[in-house]
Nanobody, 122 residues
Framework: QLQAFGGGLVQAGGSLRLSCVAT????????MAWFRQAPGKEREFVAT????????AYADSVKGRFTIFRDNAKNTMYLQMDSLKPEDTAVYYC?????????????????WGQGTLVTVSS
């Protein structure tokens, strides 16, 4: 089970850190990712991190502003979001799955959190 935390309301240019806590089993050997879904839009890939080498991949829209990292000892993944823009407003979901490094397709991830809302005001 995955639980996402840390969403909220922030002004453009501000920062937020999202957390995703895994419970019930260890996710240390699974790839993990963040996706987001804005109102009226499809769910889209944001960032992913592999379990072994912790290699990362980002959507072009967030590259240079967001950082994904994980602490396997705490069974927790994070998304540090800086220089936020109004277009980053969405429900953010964390996911985990036995997938290849850099996987960006939602269908490759078997476990999903409930989502946390991020609202960026202009």
């Amino acid at each position: 089970q995955l639980q996402a935390f840390g969403g909220g309301l922030v002004q453009a240019g501000g920062s937020l850190r999202l957390s995703c806590v895994a419970t019930g089993r260890t996710f240390s050997r699974l790839g993990m990712a963040w996706f987001r879904q804005a109102p009226g839009k499809e769910r889209e890939f944001v960032a992913t991190i592999s379990w072994r080498l912790r290699s990362t991949a980002y959507a072009d829209s967030v590259k240079g502003r967001f950082t994904i990292f994980r602490d396997n000892a705490k069974n927790t993944m994070y998304l540090q979001m800086d220089s936020l823009k109004p277009e980053d407003t969405a429900v953010y979901y964390c996911a985990a799955g036995a997938c290849v490094a850099g996987e960006i397709s939602p269908s490759a991830y078997s476990y999903w959190g409930q989502g946390t809302l991020v609202t960026v005001s202009s």
